[in-house]
Nanobody, 126 residues
Framework: QVQLVESGGGLVQAGGSLRLFCAAS????????MGWFRQGPGKDRDFVAAISWSGGHTYYADSVKDRFTISRDNAKNTVYLQMNSLKSEDTAVYYCAAGPLGLGYPSADRGQYDYWGQGTQVTVSS
């Protein structure tokens, strides 16, 4: 089992930045694809970004491309999401997820992720 705990969310003005953290425990996540998803009020949980187990490949939703950066430190069992130029439409609960062992690419498919954190709230004021 993998336990995931997100942190770093908060209230920020439009144009500002936040860095989200996803700390894993229970197992080392070095062999897992990792992803970030978000769920706004009254909306589905949508893909934001993903990173391959090695960190060599990343994939982003069009809405966050060039503004957000996903990264990982396998030695620290931690995944990060750097969010810049935040917009009011980025307001959501952000979830970290761990994908199946051996998946060699960063996936946007929510159904491929086995483990989820509880989420951290990000609120962007305009």
């Amino acid at each position: 089992q993998v336990q995931l705990v997100e942190s770093g969310g908060g209230l920020v003005q439009a144009g500002g930045s936040l860095r989200l953290f996803c700390a894993a425990s229970g197992r080392m996540i070095g062999s897992y694809t990792m992803g970030w998803f978000r769920q706004g009020p009254g909306k589905d949980r949508d893909f934001v970004a993903a990173i391959s187990w090695s960190g060599g490949h990343t994939y982003y939703a069009d809405s966050v491309k060039d503004r957000f950066t996903i990264s990982r430190d396998n030695a620290k069992n931690t995944v990060y999401l750097q969010m810049n130029s935040l917009k009011s439409e980025d307001t959501a609960v952000y979830y970290c997820a761990a994908g199946p062992l051996g998946l060699g690419y960063p996936s946007a498919d929510r159904g491929q992720y086995d483990y989820w954190g509880q989420g951290t709230q990000v609120t962007v004021s305009s």
